[in-house]
């Protein structure tokens, strides 16, 4: 049976772990205010030493600071900060200069550097200021020819200029790296450590790097921590797991699948690996602690953990650990779930406590993806009050645990002095680079005698960039303990203040400004809700429901040429009955379709798998954009088709409005089979007109069941109807009848052109004639771009949805000098995709529709083969039987050996020099389409010109290019790619109607009262 790895029966503890994940957050903070509350003369206690900690830090920061002090001088508020950051994330990993330079010019030319100078007493920050303001003078001497770059650079160059402003810059942002980074190999990081260590410091080292996406990655960042763990071991000369160094481990570096949906393959295939590396942290008798991610890994990395730790091998050995995320509203449990099994294993378990580091990362998500609510507090000082809770679960269960606190914050190191009382039994933490500090108050005998652990990232500094500015961004945020310990301006008491006391006294405990994903688009409309397949109990019952839907082999008759001509005259008489419908009453309709949608979701999810080839992911996306159209277009429906007053002279009224046009046939295709079809019946049926509904062939039991929908919502059989039946019978007569008021069209160019001579050859009224057609899709990728970034980007652009969606990824364009390193990695992540049964939950890519699209791609894949290189192709499964094409990428000469749109999991790839920019956008721009496009830059001026320079319709930077949501990224193209408006915007339904003004003389009767009445 499918899909068994993901229902198994969930232990009471994981239960209620699965429970807490999205749990509602004020009844999450009643019960942790509850455990957090200390009496008021420990609050006063700990408020004194966080006070003398506060003012120890500031008198020590004079002269010293590094990163605390380089945060607050440069704050994310400023537009210095973000160029910083922006630089520091990009620069070094650019391979050629030319696009350095423009990044240069992009985030120096314009901040004001020499107003920050010396102004910090902390000699980094004036060293650092110095080199960019100086950049900044070099670069922009001329300021009224500022956009005349190649002169600029030309007249530079002369002088030798242009190579000592990249150096300047480049080691500006080295020397920004080098406070993140500890060294740039395992030994230069523990050689430089040697001097904290005698202080009483301890370290743990992490082999940075992003997560692995080819197994390639993978094994070498195995390696990379195998090496490590033999170093580090080697200069513990014998210490213990408490008082030697450790090492960090990322779970996702380990395997370039590790996701839920893959939750099979990771325990096979990591776990050995894993295995490995803590049987060898053992052998040297070091601390071994797996790094928190992003929420949706949790459970996966509790998996693992709980094989991990019922290993008899490990006996004997109290070094192995894991970091728990306060902001997380699982953290408790977590906590609980580990003492649980310490207890059951008879050993001592490390447990790193953190705030956390995705946090607006999980916000977005949540959003995204419509779910019940968010992972993590909306607060900060949520947080904080989650932090305490579990600092006394930590401090309780010490026989079994061991707590690392990890904190820049003097208030959360004085509760936790506090609330040991007296016990030395665990550690605090620290980022290496920053709290420094603090700690020099905190470690050694003179303090409080208490070890810290430094958090030491190790590796290349190109290689660390995106590491850094995630905690730029973590911790450089005004409202970060970091920024604000070091800031004068910001008073003591408010920085020691007790969060427990802060959120009780809040009427709105959740913040008001972050709504709950469903509130997002506020009294406007409500969000389609969405499934977490990351949590058990919510996808438990769609799982089971699909594993048992048996699909009819009965598909909706073909009507007959005399069925048709009734349901055209049905739909005439009908049409002027609903036209003079109430407006409210056509939305109330469907606002109840909306509801309708929601409730039927499982067999609509069912319908997608088994009849469109849809995966359970991409099913559940497409029901949510089906009733997302319902609620905006109602929604737009109550805004357009009010009466307008029109202004003229006095004596008059006038007024504009729409109306329907009558009779609108919608033909749609069958690769969003209920959302497109939907997106156009309900956009015509609200703007007053009757609707002949022709879904595709291939999808016709999906397009029923939302026929049937429909009519349950209140609209009458009359008003909507399915027309079954062939394009070249049903689609031509509906296009060539004149008693048919305007068509609706989602589909191939060459369809659309055929309908549009029709309609021109009409002898009646001209009609409307919305299409929306295919696309040549580009993306281009320059060399400032993170490789990893672009190369997720395309996986999901160019094969999701087995690359059958208008908006997939035909042709990536990338930067000749960073093409070798993307192509390789882009091979790599293609291998690990799973082409397989649309219904099984670890599929990635399903079935294309039929055997005359699969016969079309494998045409031009053979084609391909004689004409272009190929670069990878997938290896299917011999036990898959139907339309399966293999996902496969291409390296072609030039745009012009693609004549039309491939519609499947064809990726083409072709490397360009950055000299050809211009000439590379007049070849897209040549091609005649222009519905979607992505662009990859960290140079905002690139992306402004790209931009301005290309007819798309829907341009994507730094992301992928499918999944346009209704009513924030309305889509639809212009050229051969369709004539709007574009579907999900606010004027589609508009479209779909005609306007009529009514004139009133008012002074007919004699005389205007209005104008004689006026007072003097």
Known sequence: MLNQEFLFELSPLRRELCAAYRADERQCLETLLNQAELPQETLNQIQETARKLVVAVRKRRLGKGGLDSFLFEYDLSSEEGIALMCLAEALLRIPDNETINLLIKDKITQPDWEQHLGKSK??????????????????????????????????????????????????????????????????????????????????????????????????????????AIETIGQSNAGKDPYNGAGISVKLSALHPRYEWRQRNRVLRELLPRLEKLVLAAKQWSMNFTIDAEEAERLDLSLDLIEKIMADPRLDGWDGFGLAVQAYQKRAPFVIDFMVGLAKRYNRRIMIRLVKGAYWDAEIKWSQEKGLSGYPVFTRKASTDVSYIACVKKLLAATDVIFPQFATHNAYTVALVIKLAQGNRDFEFQCLHGMGEALYANVVGAEYFDIPCRVYAPVGGHKDLLAYLVRRLLENGANTSFVNRIVDERAAVDEIIADPCNKIKGLVNKPHPKIPLPEALYGDDRPNSHGVDFTNPLEYKSILQ???????????????????????????????????????????????????????????????????????????????????????????????????????????????????????????????????????????????????????????????????????????????????????????????????????????????????????????????????????QNVMIADSSVLPEQVVKDVLTSAFGSAGQRCSSLRILLVQQEVSDKIIKMLIGAMSELNVGNPADLATDIGPVIDKKALDALNTHKERMLREATLLYEAKLSPKLHGNYCAPCAFEIKSLTQLQQEVFGPILHVLRYKASDLDAVLDQINAMGYGLTMGIHSRIDETIDYIIQRMHVGNIYVNRNIIGAVVGVQ???????????????????????????????????????????????
């Open 970 to 1016: 309305p889509f639809g193209g212009e050229g051969l790619s369709g004539t709007g408006p574009k579907a999900g915007g606010p004027r589609y339904v508009a479209r779909l109607a005609t306007e009529r003004t009514v004139s009133i003389n008012t002074a007919a009767a004699g005389g205007n009262a209005s104008l004689m009445s006026l007072a003097e």
């Open 545 to 775: 429901f699909v594993n048992e839907y048996k699909i009819s082999n009965t598909k909706p008759a073909a009507l007959s040429v005399e069925q048709l001509e009734v349901a055209i005259v049905t739909a005439r008489k009908a049409g002027k009955l609903w036209g003079m419908t109430d407006i409210a009453a056509r939305v109330r309709c469907l606002h109840q379709m909306a509801v309708l949608l929601e409730q039927h979701r499982l067999e609509l999810i069912a319908l997608l798998v088994y009849e469109a080839g849809k995966n359970l992911l991409d099913a559940n996306a497409e029901v949510r954009e089906a009733i997302d159209y319902c609620w905006y277009y109602a929604q737009r429906t109550l805004i357009d088709f009010k009466a307008e007053v029109l202004h003229g002279p006095t004596g008059e009224y006038n007024e504009i409005r729409l109306h329907g046009r009558g009779v609108i046939a919608c033909i749609s295709p069958w690769n969003f089979p209920l959302a497109i079809f939907l997106g156009q019946v309900v956009g015509a049926l609200l703007a007053g007109n009757a609707v002949l509904a022709k879904p595709a062939t291939q999808t016709s039991l999906i397009a029923q069941k939302a026929v049937e929908l429909l009519h349950l919502s209140g609209i009458p059989k009359e008003v909507v109807q399915l027309i079954i039946g062939s394009g070249a019978v049903v689609g031509e007569a509906l296009a060539i009848d004149t008693r048919v008021d305007g068509i609706v069209f989602t589909g191939s160019t060459e369809t659309a052109w055929h309908i549009n001579r029709m309609l021109a050859n009409r002898n009646g009224p001209i009609v409307p004639f919305v299409a929306e057609t295919g696309g």
């Open 122 to 227: 902390s000699t980094f920050v004036n060293a650092t200021t110095w080199a960019l303001m100086l950049t900044g003078k070099i670069i922009n001497p001329q300021r009224a020819n500022a956009n005349n770059l190649s002169s600029v650079i030309q007249r530079l160059t002369k002088r030798s200029g242009e190579p000592v402003i990249r150096e300047a810059i480049l080691q500006a942002m080295k020397i920004l790296g080098r406070q993140f980074v500890m060294g740039q190999t395992i030994e230069e990081a523990i050689k430089r450590a040697a001097s904290n260590e005698s202080k009483g410091y301890r370290y743990s080292y992490d082999m940075l790097g992003e997560e692995a996406l080819t197994n390639e990655d993978a094994e070498r960042y195995f390696n990379s921590y195998l090496k």
